[in-house]
């Protein structure tokens, strides 16, 4: 049985110019601490990294231990399970995401793969390898990655629950909405 309908934290929210305070820029194919918030002003785009009092904010108005997000993209559908018993943290919604998509492919992902599709997968995971801190041949030995079955669709749009009280669901995707001053 399900709990009761959480408010989550607006940094855990999709984007809306009436709710959320700025606009936060989450790359999952990128390490958390490469989380910032963005907003286009007359200077161009200022970026802002969260600092660890806008990381250690409680995901929702009350105490919430365990949550399980979902997310489904063509044949791929993964659970993403988050757990700390003093109480969930903005950071650890944030750190389980990308945790979830660092993962390399099983032998049943890889056979979920469409054949025609996957010269798309090859040129995200090139690209991802090319752009990864580090050096690239690393990333490259640990092969194809969840992250990289996302075709480019690695921007945190928010979570959303669809049904009062149930699981949150995971929204990705590859445009940065334009936010205003």
């Known amino acids: 049985m399900k709990g ?6 607006w940094k855990l929210l999709p984007y809306h110019p009436n709710r959320s305070k700025r606009f936060v820029h989450f790359d999952v194919a990128f390490p958390t ?13 200022q970026r ?3 600092s660890d009092a806008d990381l250690d904010k ?8 365990k949550m399980t997000i979902n997310f ?7 659970d993403i399970d988050v757990k700390r018993d003093k109480g969930i943290r903005v950071r650890d919604v944030f750190e389980a995401i990308h ?3 660092n993962v390399p492919l099983t032998p049943h992902e890889k056979g979920l793969i469409p054949h025609h599709r996957r010269a798309a997968y090859e040129e995200a995971f090139r690209l991802r390898c090319k752009l990864a801190p580090g050096l690239p041949i690393v990333e490259q030995r640990q092969g194809w990655k969840r992250v990289d079955m996302l075709l480019h669709e690695t921007l945190f749009r928010g979570l959303t629950q669809p ?3 149930g699981d949150w669901v995971l929204n990705l995707s590859g445009s940065v909405p334009v936010s205003q001053p």
């Open 99 to 101: 945790a979830a998509f």
């Open 33 to 45: 601490h490469d989380i910032e918030f963005r907003q286009n002003s007359s200077y161009g785009v």
């Open 58 to 65: 409680s995901a929702a108005d009350e105490k919430l231990v």
């Open 72 to 78: 489904q993209r063509g044949p791929f559908e993964w």
């Open 4 to 9: 009761p309908a959480l408010n989550l934290h």
């Open 163 to 165: 049904k009062s009280g």
């Open 48 to 50: 802002t990294s969260l």
